[in-house]
């Protein structure tokens, strides 16, 4: 996905007094210049593009790099783990370029619309375009594996620390790839379900971006729809909340009673794997919860006939809520990346320097300080 840009368009009948606007209104000309402005938002795609630029980036640096480490480790316990891992960054990446391009054509399409050109692209419709149905599915397809792939990460893991024979005799690669296929297959059916008319994608604000119709219009179906796609995510959010910290206070009880450095050594990779797998579940919990909560209060009020009081500020946490779910997808790979042991050693080695570096300097200060004091209590009692 990408980040979407909100509008910064207005009404130009807004503006006017109203005996002006009831001139217009009599005027066709002057009505369709106004209905074209008022209808159309302008879009601005530098920031969409760069958004896209910087998301391929980081997923393809951290792509390389975990498959470095995957051929590294390939028959240790930490390939199954890097598999995933590598199969999330790959899913990142692949919801960046894909929905990425579409975004991109929609906002062309809004700025040829925009400067008079004709255009397929169509803003708030109930019969929306094949293009539109696509992104919409691509919307609810590349925001629910990530989640579900963070959720079957942790159980993994969990089950490595607390049941590790299990673990060896259970988890294979083969397994793991089949495990894989079916998180794809269960994101897949949930997207393609408004092809058979449970639910509906539609154009949003701007008209930039396609997801559940949850604004105008909302029917039953729409409403089930959004409440399936939150409660998934919700659920796969609060299970890998539960297997990390079962996994947290495993690992705490054997650090505590560890006895050789073996079995340290074997532990600090489990840490590094929990510390990293903590970081994704809260990078994804504070990236997705707005777009759920505001989408699913969005549904609610308009299933309900709900008067809602202030519907442009419920289209604008919309795309505020989209917004952070897109950086999801640009902060995955940098939280594997920067919480990798090799770096939290060095940011360790880093901090342990300085802090030792402070504490010599405050014990030269002590014995300094000390040392005068001595001094001049020699040179008092000598004048005495």
């Known amino acids: 996905m990408l980040a979407m840009q909100q509008s910064n368009s207005s009404g130009i009948s807004a503006s006017l007094p109203l005996s002006n606007h009831t001139t217009m209104a009599q005027d066709p000309k002057v009505e369709a210049v106004v209905a074209k402005n008022t209808t159309r938002p302008t ?3 530098t920031a969409a593009g760069l958004s896209m630029t910087l998301g391929i980036f980081f997923n393809v ?10 051929n590294r480790f390939r028959r240790r316990s930490k390939a199954t783990f890097l598999l995933f891992a590598s199969s999330l960054v790959a899913t990142d990446l692949a919801g960046h370029v894909i929905p990425g391009a579409m975004v991109l054509s929609r ?4 700025t040829e619309t925009a400067a008079g050109q004709p255009s397929s692209f ?3 419709s109930t019969d929306e375009d094949a293009s539109c149905l696509f992104l919409g599915g691509c919307m609810v ?3 629910l594996c990530p989640l579900f792939m963070g959720c079957a990460m942790a159980a993994e893991r969990c089950m490595g620390i607390t049941r590790p024979l299990l673990h060896a005799r259970l988890v294979t ?5 089949m495990a894989l296929i079916l998180i794809w297959l269960l994101a897949l059916c949930v997207a393609l379900l408004p092809f058979i008319r449970l639910g509906d994608y539609t154009s949003q604000y701007p008209g930039t971006w396609c997801f559940i119709r949850v604004m105008e219009g909302t029917e039953a179906t729409d409403l089930s729809f959004m409440i399936l796609f939150s409660g998934l995510a919700v659920s796969s959010l609060a299970l890998a909340f539960v297997f990390n910290t079962i996994s947290g206070i495993t690992l705490v009880r054997a650090r505590l009673k560890r006895s050789c450095s073996q079995r340290y050594s074997a532990r600090s990779h489990d840490t590094e794997m929990v510390v990293q797998l903590v970081g994704i579940m809260v990078t994804s919990s504070i990236c997705w919860s707005p777009l759920l909560v505001f989408g699913l209060i969005s549904a609610t009020r308009s299933y309900t006939n709900s008067p809602f009081s202030d519907k442009d500020t419920y289209k604008r946490l919309m795309v505020t809520g989209v917004r952070m779910a897109t950086c999801n997808q640009i902060l995955d790979p940098w939280v594997y990346i920067l919480l990798r042991r090799a770096i939290l050693r060095k940011i360790y080695r880093i901090t342990k320097k300085q802090a030792s570096f402070k504490g010599s300097t405050l014990r030269r200060w002590d014995l300094s300080s000390f040392q005068n004091s001595e001094k ?3 040179i008092l009692k000598s004048l005495k």
């Open 43 to 45: 879009s601005n795609p």
């Open 61 to 70: 640096v951290a792509l390389i790099i975990l498959i470095k480490a995957y």
């Open 107 to 110: 906002y062309s399409a809004s």
């Open 122 to 124: 169509q803003d708030n």
């Open 141 to 143: 397809f590349f925001g």
């Open 173 to 177: 690669t083969a397994r793991t790839k």
């Open 376 to 378: 001049n209590n020699v």
